[in-house]
């Protein structure tokens, strides 16, 4: 497996979760890293990515309310997730790609998708 995504749950409406993504470390230390998710009936979105200097871009419906971070000891990206809505229910997938413009329209690798399901 080269992308393994854990941490999802059940949390209700203003909590907070955190995702995690473990990475080969070949797929870590060459790749920008990113969180996609789809919630039923809809596209998958992009939620956040950051590069391999840990510069970082986010979804404009997580910003001010997710952290997308990576830790390179471990070959392993986090998604802080904070202020959680119900609208942010979903299945959350890690990917990654040589670059953000090849992660934003086409991932190399994926994850498997981990569920987070927000309560009202």
């Known amino acids: 497996v080269q992308l393994q995504a854990f941490g999802g749950g059940l949390v209700q409406a203003g909590g907070s979760l955190r995702l995690s993504c473990a990475a080969s470390?070949?797929?870590?230390?060459?790749?920008?890293m990113g969180w996609y998710r789809q919630a039923p009936g809809k596209q998958r979105e992009l939620v956040a990515t950051?590069?391999?200097?840990?510069?970082?871009n986010y979804g404009d419906s997580v910003k001010g309310r997710f952290t997308i971070s990576r830790d390179n000891a471990k070959n392993t990206v986090y998604l802080q997730m904070n202020s959680l809505k119900v609208q942010d229910t979903a299945v959350y997938y890690c990917?990654?790609?040589?670059?953000?413009?090849?992660?934003?329209?086409?991932?190399?690798?994926w994850g498997q998708g981990t569920q987070v399901t927000v309560s009202s």
């Open positions: 990917a990654a790609s040589p670059s953000t413009v090849m992660l934003i329209s086409a991932p190399d690798y």
């Open positions: 470390g070949s797929i870590f230390s060459n790749n920008v």
């Open positions: 950051i590069t391999q200097g840990s510069r970082t």
